[in-house]
């Protein structure tokens, strides 16, 4: 489990309403307007806190489980960026994996976030966040399979976005349809490093995994 902040914040949450239950039930006679009070507080924050928690446990999991089912690596990961680190990162990048710990997928808090509200929704009218932050953990999980080219990596990635959205519990139709709406309104823009003239649209959206096509 991923252990940041919030979580050490819900922990000592969960601790002070034990207490506040404790105090309540030792000063029911004398106190318990204000113990009772207190005790809703602490609930209100706990659930507060706690709710946000496991938002990023849950969609960082799930992100996991496709970084490890795109690279085939089963000690593959995804960490997903936490509020408190998001507030000094002035990078533009929304994700990377380093060459000397390849198999962890960083993906930014806006692209889990994205995936998340993806998860959540019905699937049939994705924003264009959504596209992008399935397409964006699909390329990092090209990384953890060792492919670095930029260029490749997307390449690749764009073969199995349909896929992934599956996986994920899309239609085949939705699915089809994210993947070839990424391919023709995202990837013309992206820079020269992340484009290829050898990348067409049969090779982008039309095969399958185990094709001989990765390296």
């Keep these: 489990m991923d252990v940041g902040v919030l979580t050490v914040v819900v922990a000592a949450l969960v601790a002070l309403v034990l207490r506040r239950v404790v105090v309540l039930r030792r000063d029911w006679h004398t106190a318990r307007g204000f113990a009772t009070g207190m005790l809703v507080v602490c609930v209100a924050l706990l659930v507060t806190a706690g709710g946000f928690e496991l938002k990023h446990q849950w969609v960082q999991a799930r992100a996991t489980a ?25 990078s533009v990048t929304s994700g990377f994996v380093f060459s000397d710990s390849q198999n962890v997928a960083h993906l930014r808090r806006t692209v889990c976030n994205d995936l998340y509200a993806w ?28 492919e ?23 239609s085949r139709t939705q699915a089809t349809a994210l993947a070839e709406r990424y391919y023709r309104d995202v990837y013309p823009r992206m820079s020269a490093e992340y ?16 094709d001989g096509q990765f390296p």
């Design 119 to 146: 998860l959540l929704s019905s699937k049939r009218a994705p924003t264009d966040g959504q596209v992008r932050a399935l397409h964006i953990t699909v390329h990092e999980a090209m990384h953890v399979r060792g």
């Design 66 to 90: 496709l970084v490890v089912h795109v690279s085939g690596s089963r000690e593959a990961q995804a960490d997903c960026q936490r509020f408190t680190p998001e507030l000094v990162d002035l």
């Design 195 to 210: 484009v290829s003239g050898d990348c067409a649209a049969d090779r982008a959206l039309d095969l399958t995994p185990g």
């Design 148 to 170: 670095f080219n930029e260029a490749r990596a997307e390449c690749f990635a764009m073969q199995q976005d349909a896929d992934a959205a599956r996986f994920l519990g899309a």
